[in-house]
């Protein structure tokens, strides 16, 4: 699939429409309209089959970055070694983990929608208020862009 941002310059080049090159062939104006809406299924259905890759993902990389830290805690604290060591152990562990739980969060912001438990939206968080949100497991304590009551939104991954 080509970059989305490509795809209308290539259509022209090809003289083809979008839903000719979703569709793999030239579709005929008669079946437009089916064709170009079997085509948007398809595209959304991907779309929650790669948000579910991506939430996945993002408890890998939880799982994995918590071992490290506490593997080197550990470590610093059962080994013998001077101080300095025990630190700089203790901060090799901490670096992943930073990193870890920023791209955890990232995935958690864009991976499917948070829905309003008040008016039902469904949307796309800032990483900020992702960030600073309350959570139990993917629900998270956060403002509706829609009625801007704060609640429990929950993690959905079809609009």
């Known amino acids: 699939m080509p970059d989305s941002g490509i795809i209308p310059l290539l259509c022209k080049i090809l003289n083809i429409t979008i839903n000719d090159l979703f569709s793999g062939e030239v579709v005929d104006m008669k079946d ?5 809406e ?7 259905k991907l779309k929650e089959q790669k948000d579910k890759q ?10 994995l ?4 830290v506490i593997t080197c805690v550990f470590v610093a604290s059962y080994v013998e070694m001077n101080d300095i060591y025990r630190v700089l152990i203790i901060i090799t562990g901490f670096i992943p983990f930073i990193i870890g739980v920023t791209y955890c969060l990232k995935i958690e912001q864009i991976a499917g929608y948070y829905e309003c438990s008040k008016c039902h939206h469904k949307y796309v968080p800032t990483f900020k208020s992702v960030l600073w949100a309350m959570h139990i497991n993917r629900t998270r304590y956060m403002k509706c862009p829609n009625c801007n009551k704060r609640s429990w939104n929950k993690k959905v991954l079809s609009k």
């Open 32 to 36: 437009n309209e089916k064709r170009l």
């Open 38 to 44: 079997k085509n948007l299924l398809e595209m959304v």
């Open 54 to 63: 991506l939430l996945s993902l993002e408890i890998f990389i939880g799982v």
């Open 65 to 68: 970055v918590s071992i490290i």
